[in-house]
């Protein structure tokens, strides 16, 4: 099983980005993904979720109508829109794959990617 992040990069506060999770390895769709990210200094954090069938969506207060989550499972890939971007949101972010579970929870998740770099500047 594989996890690979893609779509950070360094982008003003404001603009957008979207980021992909690429899933390979897994024997069916009948797994969760969420998006965690850590700031440097800072405990990681959950993000965002997303179901297998693409619904169970939860969000974090403090991307609640900036951040989009979705998947496209005939592409194994979830992707995190995320909109008017602010520096706060800089950190790496990585999605997970859990079968159970809480989606906020980090030890819900058995499979991590490598994170990808998203830098917001002013």
């Known amino acids: 099983v594989q996890l690979q992040a893609s779509g950070g990069g360094l982008v003003q506060a404001g603009g957008s980005q979207r980021l992909s999770c690429a899933a390979s390895?897994?024997?069916?769709?009948?797994?969760?993904i969420g998006w965690f990210r850590q700031a440097p200094g800072k405990e990681r954090e959950f993000v965002s979720a997303?179901?297998?069938?693409?619904?169970?969506?939860v969000y974090a207060d403090s991307v609640k109508g900036r951040f989009t989550v979705s998947r496209d499972n005939a592409k194994n890939t979830v992707y995190l829109q995320i909109n008017s971007l602010k520096l706060e949101d800089s950190a790496v972010y990585y999605c997970?794959?859990?079968?159970?579970?809480?989606?906020?929870?980090?030890?819900?998740?058995?499979?991590w990617g490598q994170g990808t770099q998203v830098t917001v500047s002013s």
């Open positions: 390895g897994f024997t069916d769709d009948d797994y969760a």
């Open positions: 997303i179901g297998w069938s693409g619904g169970s969506i």
């Open positions: 997970a794959a859990r079968f159970y579970g809480n989606g906020w929870l980090e030890a819900s998740y058995a499979f």
